[in-house]
């Protein structure tokens, strides 16, 4: 069993910036074999993939939406994975979850389907 807590969500201003911070744990759960995603879901909206890292953090990926605005990285010594948001924007308001895609991993990093294991999302709301 995986468990993934999120923190670090709030509401700021148009232009601010967060960083959202998603600590995994696990009885056999080794943190390095997993990619990581963040996903975000907006109010009447479609969960959406907003960026991932492999289990080494070698390749990163990202929404286009949020493309040079965030940034993805994991310290797997701490078994955690962060999301640093610059420039937000009030289209970035949603709540955003955490997940974990366990081995053997697929070429697949956007898709809801391709990840085991959810935290409970934390409330990121940008006002104008």
């Known amino acids: 069993q995986v468990q993934l807590v999120e923190s670090g969500g709030g509401l700021v201003q148009a232009g601010d910036s967060l960083r959202l911070s998603c600590v995994a744990s696990?009885?056999?759960?080794?943190?390095?074999?997993?990619?990581m995603g963040w996903f975000r879901q907006a109010p009447g909206k479609e969960r959406e993939f907003v960026a991932a890292i492999t289990g080494r953090g070698g390749r990163t990926d990202f929404a286009d939406s949020v493309k040079g605005r965030f940034t993805i990285s994991r310290d797997n010594a701490k078994n955690t994975v962060y999301l640093q948001m610059n420039s937000l924007k009030p289209e970035d308001t949603a709540v955003y979850y955490c997940?974990?895609?366990?081995?053997?991993?697929?070429?697949?990093?956007?898709?809801?389907?391709?990840?085991?294991?959810w935290g409970q999302g934390t409330q990121v709301t940008v006002s104008s």
């Open positions: 696990g009885r056999t759960f080794t943190f390095s074999l997993y990619r």
């Open positions: 997940a974990a895609d366990s081995p053997p991993l697929t070429a697949v990093v956007d898709s809801r389907n391709e990840y085991d294991h």
